[in-house]
């Protein structure tokens, strides 16, 4: 019932944050952020506590939720505190590269031959990476190498999750990978959103289809413990 409650809220709270985006203040707009990211980490911690094993997946589960509400918080002063913008970019997309990881490893608990799937998966972003910027032209300036970093875990993540699909046939991998999928989208749209050349209305489409896709990729692999 709970938890009902908690995916009820989180989910009108989402839906008003896309809503009122372009129709509010910075400082609204940061509360908005802040109460949902709040949500999904409390979806987080409550299906980590109702979980009877102890598993390192809801281990590694709960320290990406968490990472990601962090990355929230800092990206949100990024908007509040213009002066240290980039500071706090670097800072939040550092927490953002934390929880990739943390998600990564979860999704390897399945894995044997881990170091296989990390070469094949790291060359495959890596080859990705640079065919978009190039294609893209979408230019980082000076956080270039932060910016091509969390691209290159980002692109690792990705490939992990689809490598789970062809090592294991259970219908859970296909829900995560669904996760998986939605928040990389949001990680791309975020690049253009961030440093992208993008009309007015492009940057309107973009941020509302950006948050709904980050927002549903962190509950599904929240709601994941619990689907395992």
Known sequence: MMLNVLVILFTISCALYVYFYERITKKQIFIFKAITSFLFLLIGIYVYLRD?????????????????????????????????????????????????????????????????YLVISTLASYISITLITYYTKVKFGKLTIPCHLYSLISG??????VLNILRIDHHYVYIMLMGVVSFVTSDVLLSYLYFGNLSKTQRKIFKRINIATYYLGQLILALSIFIL
Do not use: E, P, Q, W
């Open 52 to 116: 009877v094993r102890t598993h390192s997946y809801d281990v590694f589960i709960l320290i990406g939720v968490c990472c990601g509400f962090s990355g929230d918080i800092l990206l949100g002063f990024r908007n509040l505190f213009t002066k240290h913008k980039n500071l706090f970019f670097i800072i939040g997309i550092t927490f953002f590269m934390a929880g990739h990881i943390a998600y990564i490893n979860a999704m390897f608990t399945h894995f044997h031959s881990k170091v296989i």
């Open 156 to 161: 690792i993540f990705l490939s992990v999750g």
